[in-house]
């Protein structure tokens, strides 16, 4: 690492400092780990989620950019990429919904619950501070909005902040996804009896039938792709005020764009809006939404997360959270299995939306190539989902502390 910092650190003297430095380290990263989720190991492979893990290790070794670049590029990823998926699942998901969208909606709300309950178990029984499992918990479901949401409660109750909310956060928040991604796998082997090695990924069938580009060209059209996104984070802004919450609850940006996305995609062509993208350039935009977050949260995350692990309480944290992530997810997925009869990818669909898991989500959509069941599952529970994540966390602040 530091032969590669010295070949390309230039004048400014930090990584940070110039935009050839930027873009290089966001593509070796990106690079690097979509190289490595090509590999499998036991036949299994982490896939697109090896971004991560190349982020945290670059930036534990000061490889790393500017936090409010950071910020933005990982906000940014991951529109693009809930933006895709509400593009591509739109046109089917309110037959869907309508057919199963209660069902679906109760699960995420029983392995929510589940979370919660474990939560103040810990709480309690391992005698942690509120702000500390509560940022735990944020972490353990990837839920920036409701670490935010309960920063901002605490703030407002008490005049001071709480630095340990967001250190448990960010060292929950990679076993977030890797223990989702286990549970998945988990839930693969022992509930739906598929070994790994013979799981694989179908290849995607593309199809431009002339019934589905009907009135469309192969011209992109980007018009309704940005509009639809500005509305999206206007939508995801506006705050939601509830009788006995103290602070607004926001969609955010992730809840914003999904929802538009879906709007825009089936009514869209209504009112003459070309909203029709080929299979292979919604993926694109997917994959590198993906890739942008994955690569930024890693980057995010790494800078001291060996520090917080070795010294002070990190590997109590990151265990506390893997019973935040794991319990729920398995418990959610005897239930959807056992009770519901969900199949596979719908399962895992609504078990990455409840647990608000884009990485997670891309971990389950390359194993269901062939249908948009883990799309629609995820986009049908997503934004209630959301709703109460972080009504979750605020109410964690505001009745135990």
């Known amino acids: 690492m530091n032969l590669i910092n010295n070949l390309f650190e230039g004048a400014e003297g930090s990584w940070s400092g110039g935009i050839a430095h930027i873009l290089i380290i966001i593509s070796i990263v990106i690079a690097l780990g979509r190289i490595l989720g090509k590999t499998k190991i036991c036949g299994i492979s982490f896939g697109v989620t090896w971004v991560l893990f190349v982020g945290i290790l670059f930036a534990h070794h000061g490889l790393t950019i500017d936090h409010n670049l950071i910020h933005f590029l990982k906000e940014f990823g991951l529109v693009l990429f809930v933006y895709s998926i509400g593009l591509q699942v739109g046109p089917g998901f309110f037959s869907s919904f309508r057919s199963g969208g209660l069902v679906l909606n109760g699960l995420a709300v029983f392995i929510i619950a589940v979370g919660v309950l474990v939560t103040v178990g810990i709480h309690f029984l391992a005698d942690i501070p509120v702000t500390t499992v509560t940022g735990i918990m944020s972490g353990a479901v990837t839920n920036t909005p409701g670490l935010g949401a309960a920063q901002q409660t605490y703030f407002d109750i008490t005049g001071n902040t709480a630095n340990d909310m967001a250190q448990g956060y960010a060292v929950a928040y990679p076993l977030g996804v890797i223990g989702c991604i286990l549970s998945f796998i988990l839930i693969r082997i022992v509930l739906y009896r598929v070994s790994g090695a013979e799981s694989r990924s179908a290849v995607h069938n593309e199809r431009k039938t002339a019934g589905e580009v009907r009135g469309n060209s192969d011209q992109p059209n980007l018009i309704p792709i940005f509009i639809g996104i500005a509305l999206g984070c206007i939508l995801g802004s506006i705050p939601i005020s509830l009788p006995g ?51 930024c949260v890693g980057l995010e995350a790494g800078e001291g997360f060996v520090d917080t692990l070795v010294h002070g309480d990190g590997m109590k944290w990151i265990m506390y959270g893997a019973l935040i992530t794991v319990i729920p997810v398995l418990a959610g997925g005897f239930i959807g299995k056992y009770v519901l009869r969900l199949d596979y990818n719908t399962l895992t669909g609504v078990l990455s939306g409840a647990c608000t898991n884009p990485p997670a989500l891309a971990y389950a959509s390359e194993q269901d190539r062939d249908s948009d069941k883990t799309g629609v599952a995820y986009a049908t529970v997503y934004p209630l989902s959301m709703f109460l994540r972080v009504l979750a966390a605020q109410l964690m602040v505001l009745f135990f502390c």
């Open 245 to 295: 919450i103290p602070q607004p609850v926001k969609l955010g940006l992730a809840g914003g764009p999904l929802i538009v996305s879906i709007l825009i995609s089936r009514f869209g062509p209504r009112f003459h809006i070309i909203t029709y993208t080929t299979p292979s350039a919604n993926l694109m935009i997917r994959e590198i939404g993906i890739s942008l977050f994955l690569a």
